[in-house]
């Protein structure tokens, strides 16, 4: 019944991602499922592997980017609907099946997930001893930010950046002559985050695979500076 419940979950998940361009889209939700059940699968004592599994499924569906919630609606809140609809063949839900405690744990990872949200709680001091320790965090976190770097992350970026009309490369002397706003490109993004993801990756698999990863990125961006430079 778990498993049955895990597939029509992602079958929620796939039509709820139709919306969102191709950088957010369902094939990445299935790689972050992926790459974070294979980190959890490292660590002892294990997490809690349906809440890694069903965490990474939904850790897109309410990206502020793409979905805005009703005023004053708590993520849990957002989402308990969504697990009640869904039912096992046998109409048990996912609310059932899952629990109240999962439930609020699958809501917290996946408000805590994002880049964005951790630099805001830290810089603002507001990380908790929870924000260190949960390891469904940590697994579902690094492999969302693994696939922010890399070959993969290397396309999602142009794919965002294609999306919302940013330009993928901006020459300095059009930043000097304000033709274009300061940092405003793909390769300034990469600057400005991709690179410093491999330094806030929690977990010993996540860093390993950060490493490869990172040095991708690094050989692309040296591909580009020789390009752009030459005459």
Request: charged share 30%; glycine share 4%.
């Amino acid at each position: 019944m778990e498993r049955d419940i895990v597939q029509k979950i992602e079958e929620v998940m796939e039509e709820a991602m139709q919306k969102y361009d191709p950088s957010h889209d369902a094939l990445h939700v299935k790689r972050v499922r992926q790459t974070a059940l294979a980190i959890a699968k490292t660590l002892y004592p294990p997490p809690d592997m349906l809440v890694v599994e069903v965490a990474a499924l939904m850790h897109d569906m309410a990206d502020k980017k793409y979905v805005k919630l009703e005023e004053g609606m708590s993520l849990f809140q957002h989402f308990l609907p969504i697990f009640e609809g869904i039912r096992a063949s046998d109409g048990t839900s996912a609310a059932a099946l899952l629990g109240h405690d999962r439930l609020e744990l699958v809501a917290k990872v996946v408000e805590n997930v994002s880049w964005t949200t951790e630099k805001r709680l830290r810089e603002a001091g507001a990380l908790t001893p929870w924000h260190s320790d949960c390891k469904e965090l940590h697994c579902v976190q690094d492999a969302d930010r693994l696939d922010a770097i890399g070959a993969f992350g290397i396309m999602r970026c142009a794919a965002y950046s294609s999306a919302t009309n940013r330009p993928l490369y901006v020459p300095e002397q059009d930043y000097a002559s304000n033709k274009y706003p300061k940092d405003s490109s793909a390769i300034d993004h990469f600057y400005d985050k991709l690179l410093h993801i491999k330094e806030r990756l929690k977990t010993d698999a996540g860093r390993a695979l950060g490493e490869k990863r990172h040095q991708t990125m690094l050989n692309f961006l040296a591909a580009i500076n020789e390009e752009a430079s030459a005459t």
